[in-house]
């Protein structure tokens, strides 16, 4: 027997739980988004740019350093929404019971799960803003079209948000989420076209990088931060849409089965 | 007509093979508190869990307040409390947080959940922490605090799956007398509990359960005075001689090897020919209990 799909707006009260206790911490939660940029700017900045010295890409002749600032910025939003729906959901589900606590009031599973991926994503938009804030302070964002960088980050994290989700509804112990982390999120850093450009990888790596859904969140992000639109960006946008709608009903689906037994 | 706060028949549960619940009926009064006792194994917490929609059942038929469990579980849930087995506080918010937190799931105004938060730390005796963090609370503590907690929403029936397992025997009575009070007060309750003497003291009926199924159910002293009897006489290492005596007089007794147990009807007469066969050393005869009853119908055997 199946039970209908029952999600509220009363999801935003586990929004709300979460954010409370985000505030309770937020000195130690702003530190990650604000000083990794500056480690990576440094690096690549200082240390890299020197060897790899002006590139090409789509035409335009950019320094190295303007080239991977947006990419950091797609990877941290992956980053924080992933993360937070894997390590930080499961200790809230497996250790602290904070799920049991919730699903014994009014609230459903769909209503919980649904809060924590929403407030995956807003947590990625804090994180993006302050990282956005470090990264400008450089002159490697365009305003007034860098700005969409904020909703995109709020949609980028809904898709990792909801894809880590789904791998918390099935990991039997916290130590496997090395899997997903070794097997998915470790190869999109490196080859989503993020430190190099697709193009350089070979015609079936290319294909593979362009199922991936950090490669079109970099795309977005390399052409917002620069100002620089074509329509190609509707699909990139279209396609991480439709990665949460599969993934985010997936990951209901996967937690209710875990937590309804 | 007042309903019952729960009415479950013929509630079943499977897990693949597994039968943790067969073919359960019971009924909690309003106003009364229920308890469910049995070994580990025995579908006490299955029970709670399908009260509250963690667990869909296999078969059966369960209302809480008159309202179908399939249906209605959101409203069901907005009247009870729970209290599950596992501490589920929110370790990084304070004790007030936790509660005012808790409250907004249950759309409680603010102020209104101040106010309340501030009534329940104070009758769960929490007022002198208010603001330290729930990680920082001792065991008994962080039992309170769920207990408060559980009382946000003013509920009608309030579930406590094994209160007080683990806590000192302060902190044991210190909960004992507050359900105490909110029994009195017309709260329904409904509790699992290892502890005989709990159960004593707080049930108005309880069920024995082994196996997924109700073995007997009651009121406490009715259950002691029909399975056990008035008293018990203990004997350490019993004699050939009087396990000879005992078995010519036809006594209803139970020998576990190194100890003799004798139900009794008349307590005096009896002991004085027993310790008169075997010296009142090592022989003392009590009040029966609740324990007696469960160690009787569930055995003695370890079940883990």
Not at chain 1, 56 to 79: C, K
Not at chain 1, 140 to 163: C, K
Not at chain 2, 271 to 279: A, D, L, P
């Amino acid at each position: 027997m199946k039970a209908p799909f029952d999600l509220t707006w009363r999801f935003w009260r586990v929004w709300q739980r979460n954010l409370a206790v985000y505030r309770e911490s937020w000195q130690i939660n702003f530190a990650p988004p604000l000083l990794e940029p500056f480690l990576y700017l440094l690096a690549f900045g200082v240390g890299f740019s020197s060897m790899v010295g002006p590139i090409q890409y789509e035409g335009r002749q950019l320094s190295y350093v303007s080239f991977i600032a947006p990419a950091l910025i797609a990877i941290n939003i992956m980053n924080n929404a992933f993360f937070e729906t894997t390590y930080a959901s499961f200790v809230r589900m497996y250790y602290q019971k904070t799920f049991d606590a919730l699903m014994a009031t009014p609230l459903t599973v769909e209503e919980v799960i649904t809060g924590e991926i929403v407030w995956g994503a807003t947590k990625t938009v804090i994180a993006t803003v302050i990282m956005m804030a470090v990264v400008s302070l450089f002159g490697l964002i365009d305003y007034p079209s860098g700005l969409l960088l904020i909703p995109l980050a709020f949609l980028g994290g809904l898709a990792f948000g909801a894809i880590g989700m789904y791998f918390t509804g099935i990991v039997k112990t916290i130590e496997l989420f090395n899997l997903p982390v070794f097997l998915f999120v470790t190869p999109m850093f490196l080859f989503s076209g993020t430190f190099f450009p697709v193009e350089n990888l070979p015609a079936w790596a290319q294909a593979l990088a362009f199922i991936l859904p950090l490669t079109h969140l970099v795309n977005l992000c390399r052409a917002l931060s620069w100002g620089i639109y074509h329509s190609s960006l509707l699909w990139e946008c279209l396609y991480l849409i439709i990665f949460c709608l599969i993934f985010f009903p997936l990951a209901i689906r996967k937690m209710r089965r875990r937590l309804l037994k | 007509m007042t309903t019952n706060s729960i009415d479950a028949r013929h509630i079943r549960k499977t897990y693949g093979d597994l039968v943790a619940v067969d073919d359960v009926s019971f009924q909690v009064r309003s106003g009364e508190c229920f308890g469910i006792l049995g070994p580990n194994g025995a579908g006490k917490t299955s029970i709670i869990r399908m009260i509250y929609g963690f667990s869909p059942m296999t078969g059966g038929e369960l209302m809480v307040f008159g309202l179908d469990g399939r249906k209605n579980m959101r409203a069901i849930k907005a009247r009870i409390g729970v209290c599950q087995q596992e501490n589920s506080v929110d370790p990084d918010l304070t004790v007030r947080q936790n509660l005012e937190v808790f409250a907004r799931y249950f759309d409680i105004p603010r102020a209104v959940a101040e106010e309340r938060t501030r009534k329940l730390l104070h009758f769960m005796a929490l007022d002198h922490r208010l603001d330290a963090r729930a990680i920082d609370l001792s065991g008994g503590l962080m039992r309170r605090l769920i207990i408060a907690r559980a009382l946000i929403n003013e509920p009608e029936l309030l579930i406590l799956d094994e209160p007080t397992t683990g806590l000192d025997p302060q902190s044991r009575h210190q909960v004992w007398s507050r359900l105490e009070e909110l029994r009195a007060s017309g709260l329904s309750i409904l509790l699992t509990t290892h502890y005989m003497d709990e159960a004593a003291r707080l049930c108005d009926r309880l069920m024995i359960m082994d196996h997924g199924r109700i073995i007997v159910e009651g009121e406490p002293a009715e259950l002691i005075k029909n399975h056990i009897g008035h008293d018990i006489i203990e004997v350490d290492e019993p004699s050939a001689e009087l396990r000879a005596y005992i078995r010519a007089r036809n006594w209803r007794h139970e020998d576990l090897g190194h100890r003799l147990i004798i139900y009794v009807e008349e307590g005096n007469q009896m002991f004085h020919e027993i310790s008169g066969v075997c010296g009142k050393e090592g022989c003392l005869m009590r009040p029966a209990t609740l324990e007696d009853v469960f160690l009787k119908l569930t055995g003695r055997d370890l079940r883990e």
